[in-house]
């Protein structure tokens, strides 16, 4: 695959997980005519995404960029308009590089590897009960378990639980738009690290992902520094190659 139709893929699942997080609880989303933020109800911070330019003209353009820009917040600007790039970025847009602390890669079909069999039992979540194990287990708090349920009954998340010895250990879920999967939430228990559950558990994902007609499976890793080399790591193991 191409860098720039991979970039359509990660602005693709950028959008739509910016606005997954809009049903937590104590976040809210603002839509405005030419883009949406995301913020806490007490309007702590704000995340501009979803932002729409490439149709206006020169002028109007360029002021929606200074709109924009003069909220102060975090914004994921879209990678597919040259033009409106050009405008944002007047200096010029930074290559992503695999090296930076937030990576992104995306895989197809034909770029699945030959998986083992699965070490450990696997279980999609389907109750509200699996669902409270998967957020127990999970690292990220933002959305509850009731929240996560309700995603899975409108088939716009599925949770995996690992399991050994009939206690749970690992935890993954896919999160679904239309022809892109994403892969999030992967988390073990730190006592419980370096077994390879999380691999066992991403791999049942993936697979039941393409099974169930993905077009691709995005994955993004990191977030800070080296404490999240880790997740990295997993996702190569996984077969990804971040861009």
Known sequence: MDKKTALYYIDKWANYYLRILGEADDLELLEHALYTVLQPKDGA???VFD?????????????????IKALH???????????????????GRREPTPEDDEVF???????????????IPVKRAETLADCQTF???????TLTAENLYRLAQKDALCCYIGYAN??????????????????????????????????????????????EGAEVVTIRAG??????????ALGKKLGFQYI
């Open 105 to 119: 890669a995306v895989m197809t079909a034909a770029e699945l590897p030959a998986y083992p069999v699965a070490a």
């Open 45 to 47: 911070w704000a995340s």
């Open 166 to 211: 009939e206690i749970p250990v690992s935890a993954a879920a896919l999160l679904k738009n239309g022809e892109v999967y994403s892969l999030e939430l992967a988390s073990t228990p730190q006592a419980l690290r370096g077994n390879g559950f999380a691999l066992a558990v991403c791999q049942a994902a993936i697979r039941d992902a393409f099974r």
């Open 73 to 91: 917040c975090h914004v994921w600007w879209n990678q597919d308009s040259d033009r409106v790039n050009a405008v944002v970025f007047p200096e």
């Open 223 to 232: 977030g800070g520094p080296a404490a999240d080399d880790a997740s990295k």
């Open 135 to 141: 957020h127990s287990l999970c690292f990220d708090k």
């Open 51 to 67: 932002v729409r330019l490439a149709h206006l003209s020169d002028a109007a353009l360029q002021n929606a960029v200074n709109e």
